[in-house]
């Protein structure tokens, strides 16, 4: 059976906590939503943030809502060397070692010591599609991705949960590198 699934392309994106929302927008303020993402209860804000590295800054960084306990600002590679940063290849929310950043908002701004990461490429799977393929959480597969520069991506981490619906997250470097788009479908090797 082919195991066919939906990529969604990530652009950077900031996820902040609470806290961190009223430092940047002011006491009691919540986000507000732009449009839902692909997955449930997950949506990309109307607020954005300017974020300053060492050496270069982004204007208009999109925040991802809702609030999230840790703040994190995930970046592709390309981003990376932009800001003069070296972050590491990480699951989101594994921000232990990793470098900071400076977040201006409209309101005032913070520097974080930690918490800019390049997310690592992975494929949502709700329990009941796991379960049909026989994919278990926080196992590895690989994905084919057949846009018009087509290549088989490794090492693409599996997280199952009844929370989530099934969809692929690469960042933009990678569907750069392929020709991909968000919609298109990747197909999963066993």
Do not use: C
């Not at 449009?35 to 997950?42: A, C, D, E, V």
């Not at 992975?122 to 018009?148: M, N, P, Q, Y």
């Not at 693409?156 to 690469?170: E, G, N, P, T």
């Amino acid at each position: 059976m082919t195991m066919m699934v939906p990529i969604g392309v990530s652009a950077r994106h900031l996820h902040l906590s609470p806290e961190h929302i009223e430092v940047l927008f002011g006491s009691g303020y919540e986000l507000k939503q732009l449009k839902p993402l692909s997955q449930p209860n997950q949506f990309a804000a109307e607020e954005t943030v300017a974020v300053y590295g060492t050496k270069g800054k982004f204007d208009k960084v999109r925040i991802l809502g809702p609030a999230r306990g840790v703040t994190q600002l995930e970046i592709s590679r390309t981003d990376a060397f932009t800001l003069g940063l070296n972050p590491p290849l990480r699951q989101s929310g594994h921000i232990e070692g990793t470098p900071g950043i400076r977040l201006v908002g409209p309101v005032g701004e913070i520097t974080i010591d930690r918490g800019v990461i390049v997310a690592a490429r992975h494929i949502h799977f709700h329990t009941d599609d796991a379960k049909k393929w026989g994919i278990v959480d926080k196992e590895f597969v690989k994905v084919r991705l057949s846009g018009e520069r087509g290549m088989i991506l490794d090492h693409v981490l599996a997280r199952v949960s009844d929370q989530f619906k099934l969809d692929m997250h690469i960042d933009t470097d990678e569907a750069n590198a392929s020709g991909a788009a968000t919609g298109d479908l990747g197909e999963i090797l066993r």
